[in-house]
């Protein structure tokens, strides 16, 4: 074999390879990172998860860079409540947000006091151990922690500063068909629904959140290699999603 022919071969090889990864990710699965706390306590800042493309079958926003090769969704399926999901921000079509699914078409959703109401029945909640995060500044905020529990049945821990605060009081408001509800399960610090997301089509939806395969906790510097390691969060590893 010259070595024309095997540079050739392992350009080939190379094609191949991207080619793969390019329809793994457009048909099955794509990672993401989280890089903000809009949705602690299930999805940490650093946390890496890989989004299942297929569930809610397949939009522009499935393929990169959102090519508008169709309209609409294919081998749609749609998202339950309590889902989370990543999507693209409907005001431009193009930056990825991460939330959980409250709201199904057709439903109404208000919040009071603090209190969410899905169609008219307050969601129960039951509040459990504080949580505890740093800000960047190195101090220590300590939230309310509840789990809540969403009509159907699915479970979830939310946080809250307190029942009063800006985005806990939301007038009552029907998902139109074709759209859905979100909010970020740190309900006092989440750019969701209720403040400039809106509601989010269909088509805009990118995938369920299924499991993470990485979480990091990049608050020191990047040229310290040495603090690493000791900046994985092992315990955070193969968790998946709810």
Known sequence: MDKEESFGDTIKTIVYAILIAIVI??????????????????????????????????????????????????????????DVVVFKYPRDNRTDFIKRVIGLPGDTIKL???RLFINGKKVEREQIEDF????????????????????????????EISDSEDNDEF???????????????????????RVNVGFVPEENLVGKARFLFFSHN????????????KKIRWSRLFNSIH
Do not use: C
Request: hydrophobic letters at 30%.
């Open 112 to 114: 009071e006091n603090g």
């Open 171 to 193: 007038s009552e408001v029907k998902v139109p068909q074709g759209t859905y509800f979100m909010m970020g399960d740190n309900r006092d610090r989440s750019d969701d629904s």
């Open 25 to 82: 990710r457009t048909l099955w699965f794509e990672p993401f990172k989280i890089p903000s706390g809009s949705m602690y306590p299930t999805l940490y800042v650093g946390d890496y998860l890989f989004v299942s493309k297929y569930t809610y079958g397949y939009s522009k926003h499935s393929l990169p860079w959102s090519i508008p090769l169709f309209e609409g969704r294919i081998w749609k399926d749609s998202p339950k409540r309590g």
């Open 218 to 229: 990049d608050e020191d510097a990047w040229y310290k290699p040495w603090t690493w390691p």
């Open 132 to 159: 505890v995060m740093r800000d960047r500044n190195g101090n220590a905020e300590r939230y309310r922690q509840y789990v809540e529990t969403l009509p159907g049945g699915v479970k979830h821990r939310i946080l």
